[in-house]
């Protein structure tokens, strides 16, 4: 067995019930107290771990079962969680809501149960008294290798509404008690974005907020009952020292490996790989740029936002995040744009995933109709949609060589997007200066990569296929996010593509 560490899963009856702000709420109150307390999110979001690193001033880390594996879900838990007095861990959507509607693959009850870690059960309780007792009921019964040992009711009315909820619950079944709940606050609530939360960042979210959170979990929670339950659980199950493929073998596979080049410490540093970091770009798995340190990378950030030049590196990382958001902006900041167009032409390796990819298009087509220019790599537009284009998990095949590796590269990931690229629309031709004015003609522009699909994308839910994978030259761009757990050979093949642009340069 592995480690003693105290955790406790905060699950949740359904997404929108307040998971993310009990998380961030009872985070928050136990480092008030002087606790080490780590933090993480079960599932592919990129946003919640944004209000938990707020909240404890820290990193958390995603748990998914499906795109990690089981022994790379528990190596990691098990290395960041090393010397905290308490974990705690985020659910996905509704506690026995995954990947399949009729199995746990991908769920929170996944997670408690590869963990060994108690549920804490969090509660929509607005509009509700007795009933609260039989919604508990089958939700700590539905599966009994999932210990749901408590009870937080959000939403609550007031103090005697709350008496209520612990009256009804304790006459139904004492051992899993309402050990508190958090009372109705619209004007103290976090924002909300497309399907959840918006990025916490610190101009819109300001740290009263989460002072504010922290207090009403010390005044509404029960946080000794809550410890207590997060030390109950048993020692840590160890991973494996190797595991199965996720995927049947395939030239170069290795997906869900606990022994990989993030376990086994970092390497003397092969190369420089320049990130995009801003209000547009942040969507990144701590994990995959944990993978990429130890491969060797020293990780450069930059902004596309604000920096006219691009920093001395040798392979660029374009994560996702919500550039249509900053569209004027990026597009504004031509000198950075030319910088990467340029260092393309240099034969730089390009790694862009669904925000990346939109700003290495030719334009970005927000919802006013308005196309702001982007890099100009990839001949399309990204075209803004109202609804929602693609959502949900993806198992990648390479077919061909890129700069992640050989072909036949399997990885796991997932897409979320509200853009599609359609073909570029050509810009209205201006009008005709007077002759006596006419200024020369503008120099002609990079044309945009000639482009292949290296991909090919499987649905994990009805397993359709598509070619995807934008690629040409050393530029390789898709919509997918990536989580290299999933194969640990993937960031070692980025860096090593790095390391040879570096050699080519004479660096």
């Known amino acids: 067995m592995g480690p003693a560490i105290p955790r406790l899963v905060v699950a949740g009856t359904a997404s929108g019930v307040g998971k993310t702000t009990t998380t961030v709420a009872i985070a928050r109150a136990l480092r008030a107290r002087g606790l ?17 690193a707020r909240a404890v001033a820290g990193t958390s880390h995603n748990l998914d079962g499906w795109m990690m594996g089981r022994d790379a879900v528990l190596s990691t838990f098990a290395a960041e969680a090393a010397g905290a007095d308490v974990a705690l861990i985020e659910g996905v959507m509704g506690l026995f809501d995954g990947a399949s509607p009729t199995g746990e693959e991908g769920s929170t009850a ?44 959000n939403q609550v009315g007031s103090r005697g509404h709350l008496d209520i909820l612990r009256q009804a619950q304790a006459q139904a079944n004492r051992s899993t008690p309402v050990i508190g709940g958090l009372p ?38 029960g946080l000794d009952a809550l410890l207590e339950i997060a030390r109950s659980a048993p020692a840590l199950p160890q991973a494996a020292e190797a595991t199965a493929p996720a995927a049947p073998a395939a030239p170069g596979t290795a997906a869900g490996g ?10 003397q540093r092969r190369a420089r790989l320049g990130v995009a970091f801003d209000e547009a770009f942040h969507f990144y798995y701590a994990d995959n740029l944990r993978r990429l340190e130890a491969a060797g990378a020293e990780l450069v950030r930059f902004s596309p936002i604000r920096d006219a030049r691009l920093p001395e590196v040798d392979a660029l990382y374009l994560g996702g995040g919500y550039p249509e958001a900053h569209a004027e902006r990026l597009a504004d900041n031509a000198g950075l744009r030319a910088e990467i167009r340029a260092f393309a032409g240099r034969g730089g ?52 060589r890129t700069i992640l590796g050989g072909a036949g590269l399997r990885f796991r990931g997932h897409q979320f997007r509200y853009s599609e690229l359609r073909p570029a629309q050509p810009a209205p031709a201006p009008l005709e200066p007077p002759a006596a004015q006419a200024s020369p003609p503008p120099p002609a522009a990079q044309a945009p990569l000639p482009i292949e699909h290296a991909y090919s994308v499987r649905r994990r839910r009805g397993g359709q296929v598509a070619r995807e994978g934008y690629w040409a030259q050393r530029v390789l761009a898709s919509y ?24 080519e340069l004479g660096r």
């Open 36 to 52: 080490r307390v780590a933090l993480f999110k079960c599932g592919p979001d990129y946003l919640d771990p944004t209000y938990h």
């Open 110 to 153: 996944e997670i408690a149960k590869w963990l060994e870690a108690p549920v804490a059960l969090v509660v929509d309780a607005s509009g509700m008294a007795r009933s609260v007792a039989a919604l508990v009921q089958g939700f700590a019964g539905f599966d009994p290798g999932v210990r749901v040992a408590a009870v937080v009711c």
């Open 184 to 221: 109705r606050d619209e004007a103290q609530s976090f924002p909300e974005r497309h399907l959840g939360l918006r990025t916490a960042d610190e101009a819109a979210l300001p740290e009263e907020r989460f002072d504010h959170w922290g207090a009403q979990a010390e005044a509404w929670i």
């Open 258 to 267: 606990a022994v990989t080049a993030a376990s086994g410490g970092a390497q």
């Open 349 to 400: 390796p390009i790694y862009a995933e669904c925000g990346g990819l939109m700003y290495l298009t030719e334009a970005i087509r927000t919802l006013d109709g308005r196309a702001h220019p982007m890099v100009g790599l990839v001949p399309a537009e990204a075209v803004m949609c109202e609804k929602l284009q693609a959502l949900g998990y993806v198992e990648v095949e390479t077919q061909t």
């Open 480 to 503: 997918v996010h990536a989580h290299w757990a999933s194969n640990p050979l993937v960031p070692e093949g980025l860096v090593a593509s790095a390391a040879a642009h570096r050699k």
